[in-house]
């Protein structure tokens, strides 16, 4: 006995097929998913949001542990009184785990 296998017949594929082979749909001009240069708070097509480029280049030295080495910097620097430091500190570390950066934010309670 022999087996034969059919592809599926879908009936929208084939009606839009033939109906682009007669000229009745016309082509539309598909765009990458990344594109988005023309939304509002861009400078340029293609300009990366420098807090993330600053999280990947972290990610890159420090692995699975950037966060906790980055809510260590933000630390670090609010305790030397580094103030844009430590929030630039806990942007990143916001990248990696929200809660951690939240933490960051809090005055630790003296001893």
């Not at 990458?32 to 280049?57: E, S, Y």
């Not at 906790?68 to 670090?76: D, I, K, Q």
Request: hydrophobic fraction near 45%; proline fraction near 6%.
């Amino acid at each position: 006995m022999s087996i034969r296998l059919a592809p599926a017949h879908d009936h929208a594929r084939t009606a839009g097929r033939h109906a682009a082979g007669r000229g009745l749909v016309a082509r539309v001009r598909v765009m990458a998913a990344n594109d988005n240069g023309d939304q509002p708070g861009r400078d340029a097509p293609g300009a990366f949001d420098p807090v993330l480029v600053a999280a990947l280049h972290h990610f890159a030295r420090h692995g699975l542990d950037s966060a906790r080495m980055a809510h260590a910097e933000a630390t670090r620097a609010r305790l030397e009184g580094n103030a844009p430091g430590a929030a630039e500190w806990i942007a990143i570390t916001g990248m990696f785990d929200r809660r951690l950066a939240a933490s960051a934010n809090r005055e630790p309670i003296p001893a």
